[in-house]
């Protein structure tokens, strides 16, 4: 696509809940990324894949959080058991194989755990 | 580890240049870059630096790099405000490795 699609752009869900959010990156760019945003926080890297490997998870942050990457294009980053601290726009970004020109990104996801 | 440093909040009036400061820690970095987020959007890349160069000009923008004391800046000429937005420092190790952020500096722009 022309851009990096994101879905969906809010989301509210339950304490305790599953949530699954998904990243469309720019066709033929071949690494991903998602970062988190918090109020405050600024961005906190969250996890990189190359093709379909994931060469870095250092960033998830429990392993209640997980992301996958089918085909070398999709990605779904899936959270069980939300909880409040969850809450944050979770952006993801799509580069070509060489970083020369930084990241598109896209306009994220706005979850909301209550 | 990486870490980048910037300023939380400027204000500056319509016309004036605006100058956003940003500090890293890792002498390593060999791509740093500006973005910039406006209300209720992803970041939209603005411009990047190579570590072998110290100035970039690209129309208003201006970036220039001091690597011996590991800080970048960021002059934004006549700054209108249609500027008004968080800019993000960021930097990078090599072309592959994920890029780390600074927390961002909201620029207020007064009429």
């Known amino acids: 696509g022309a851009g990096v699609s994101q879905s969906p752009s809010n989301k509210v869900t339950e304490k305790g809940k599953d949530v699954e959010l998904r990243c469309d990156p720019i066709s033929g760019h071949t690494a991903l990324y998602w970062y988190r945003q918090s109020l405050g926080q600024g961005l906190e890297f969250l996890i990189y894949f190359q093709g379909n490997s994931a060469p870095d998870k250092s960033g998830l942050p429990s392993d209640r959080f997980s992301a996958e990457r089918t085909g070398g294009s999709v990605s779904t980053l899936t959270i069980q058991r939300t909880q409040q601290e969850d809450s944050a726009v979770y952006l993801c970004?799509?580069?070509?194989?060489?970083?020369?020109?930084?990241?598109?990104f896209g306009s994220g996801t706005r979850l909301t755990v209550v | 580890g990486e870490d980048v440093e910037q300023s939380l909040f400027l204000s500056v009036r319509e016309g004036d240049s605006s100058v956003i400061n940003c500090t890293y820690t890792d002498s390593s970095s060999t791509y740093l870059y500006w973005y910039k987020q406006e209300p209720g959007a992803g970041l939209q890349l603005l411009t990047y630096i190579f570590s072998n160069m110290d100035m970039k000009q690209d129309q208003r923008l201006t970036v220039l790099l001091n690597k011996k004391d590991k800080h970048l800046s960021l002059r934004i000429a006549d700054t209108q405000t249609g500027d008004s937005a968080i800019y993000f420092c960021a930097e990078s190790l090599t072309g592959n490795t994920p890029l780390v952020f600074g927390k961002g500096t909201r620029l207020s722009v007064i009429a």
């Open positions: 970004a799509s580069s070509p194989d060489r970083l020369n020109y930084g990241y598109t």
